[in-house]
């Protein structure tokens, strides 16, 4: 048997055993409720995002607000978000994904709401900080706990339609917005958007650990109940007690602190630096353009492209709902066709429409390119998320998901600075701009990204092509690409 410290593999036949079983059940009404509560998280998350930016000149018109100010204001949720997938990723692979799972979703409720009664821009700032904690924490801990219950032939498929609910909760919020901000006024719509959050919560109450996480502790009776569990409950698999490892016993927050600075220095260890530079690469590109076209789109289309105030509204509905489809798209064939492909494919596709929606200077010719562009631009958006978790060992899974996703952040958080800088010079400069992150990302993906697809999480551990056993992938697991095909997400299902 081999055994790894802290919280690692702690006995090959019961890690093997837990993998291939969780990985042989047929799609059923657990994993669907687990699809189902991380979706609907991320669609109250994507809403309340975009209420923000959509109540933004209310606010700013009320309290009188430069916009220097208003800026500071809307900054605070992309900070929180940059604090929360690096803090999150940490938090939920040392106490638990479930931990996470609550903790995520309970912020960004509790201080939605607290965000209706602020008086002042220093308190909205404040409360708007803890959402985005909340929101940011989201990518590593749903992603890694989708990682962890799906099998292997569904893995990629639910993690896209996860983020399929983000696009339509900005939707949801465009719509909410229109019909409701002259009765409610921006309280009112934050109380809306918090309010059914509360049952999200509830819900995730009702979801155990992750047995992968739950065995990679020691605690094998816990693992045997979340299998059964996740199986419908179906007899668990007997699996060797490992006993309680070093790192579960009380630690002070000294030890706490330097295990998980441990976790991080881990990513760069020799075993698994490629995965994590790659990983963080392609988000990097990939979120620079993403939201560098995204915040600057009305702009863009009133100052720039001459699109009536009017006629913008209407234009980002559409844009968006487009978004949504080239999500729903991409969850269908990406456990076929696999990440590397999708990514390759959506950022080139992105990056030539990019150039193209720049070129146009008509409303026809703007709804057609950029339509499309939102299309391939959510497609790919949708294609990343499942490469970083499947990339790392369950000790690391949701750090090194929230790390790359901090990549992420921290570039879009540069990108609309870019544009901005650029755009007074050359309008034409900044669609070419985008589309060279988008044409990084998918050059990455193609030429340096390992393919995950259909792959048993057991069999994705060490860099080197070995597993966190130290043995060989098991020649199943390399045919497991072509040999498995996705069945739908309805079959099975009780």
């Not at 492909?341 to 390119?369: E, K, N, R, S």
């Not at 701009?433 to 990302?441: K, N």
């Amino acid at each position: 048997m081999t055994a790894i410290s802290s919280g690692g593999v702690q006995d090959s036949s019961a890690i093997r055993q837990l993998g291939a079983y969780l990985d042989a059940q047929p799609f059923n009404r657990r994993h669907a409720l687990i699809v189902a509560t991380c979706g609907v998280g991320f669609m109250f998350d994507a809403m309340d995002f975009q209420i923000m930016a959509l109540v933004a000149p209310a606010i700013a018109k009320e309290w009188n607000l430069a916009p220097g100010a208003l800026g500071l204001v809307l900054s605070a949720t992309v900070l929180g978000m940059l604090v929360g997938s690096y803090l999150f990723g940490i938090v939920s692979d040392r106490f638990g994904r479930r931990f996470g799972f609550m903790a995520t979703i309970a912020l960004v409720t509790l201080f939605s709401a607290v965000c209706a009664f602020c008086a002042s821009p220093v308190q909205l700032a404040i409360a708007r900080f803890f959402v985005g904690l909340g929101i940011g924490g989201f990518t590593p801990v749903d992603s890694a706990v989708i990682s962890e219950f799906l099998p292997a032939r569904l893995r990629g498929r639910a993690i896209s339609i996860t983020f399929l609910f983000f696009s339509l909760g900005a939707f949801l919020a465009a719509l909410l917005a229109t019909f409701g901000m002259r009765d409610l006024g921006w309280r009112g719509l934050f109380m809306v958007g918090a309010a059914p959050a509360i049952l999200v919560l509830f819900v995730r109450w009702l979801i155990p650990e992750t047995p992968r996480f739950l065995l990679s502790r020691g605690r094998t009776d816990a693992a045997r109940q979340a299998a059964s569990w996740i199986a419908d409950n179906a007899s668990a698999p007997s699996l060797s007690d490992t006993g309680s490892p070093p790192d579960e016993q009380p630690a002070s927050s000294k030890n706490l602190l330097g295990a998980a600075l441990a976790e991080v220095v881990e990513l760069f260890s020799a075993t698994y630096r490629r995965r994590t530079i790659v990983a963080w690469a392609i988000w990097a590109f990939y979120l620079f353009s993403y939201f560098g076209m995204l915040l600057w789109l009305p702009t863009l289309l009133t100052k720039y492209k001459g699109v009536p105030p009017a006629q913008v509204f209407p234009f980002i509905m559409g844009f968006l709902a487009c978004g949504v489809a080239g999500r729903l798209f991409c969850s269908l064939l990406i456990d076929r066709f696999g990440r590397k492909a999708m990514v390759t494919i959506a950022g080139l596709g992105a990056a030539v429409l990019a150039v193209v929606f720049g070129m146009q200077d008509g409303l026809t010719g703007l709804i057609a390119a950029g339509y499309a562009y939102a299309f391939f631009q959510d497609m790919g958006a949708s294609a990343v998320t499942p490469l970083a978790p499947e990339q790392y060992p369950t000790r690391l899974r949701a750090t090194g998901a929230g790390w790359a996703a901090g990549a992420g952040r921290l570039a879009a958080i540069f990108a609309p600075i870019a544009v901005g800088l650029v755009v007074e010079t050359s309008v034409t400069a900044v669609f070419f701009i985008l589309a060279a992150g988008f044409l990084g990302a998918a050059a990455i993906a193609q030429i340096f990204a390992q393919e995950t697809a259909g792959l048993l999480l057991e069999d994705l551990e060490d860099g080197d092509g070995s597993n966190a056993l130290g043995e060989a992938p098991r020649p199943e697991a390399k045919r497991a690409v072509t040999q498995l095909r996705p069945r739908p997400l309805t079959d099975q299902t009780s």
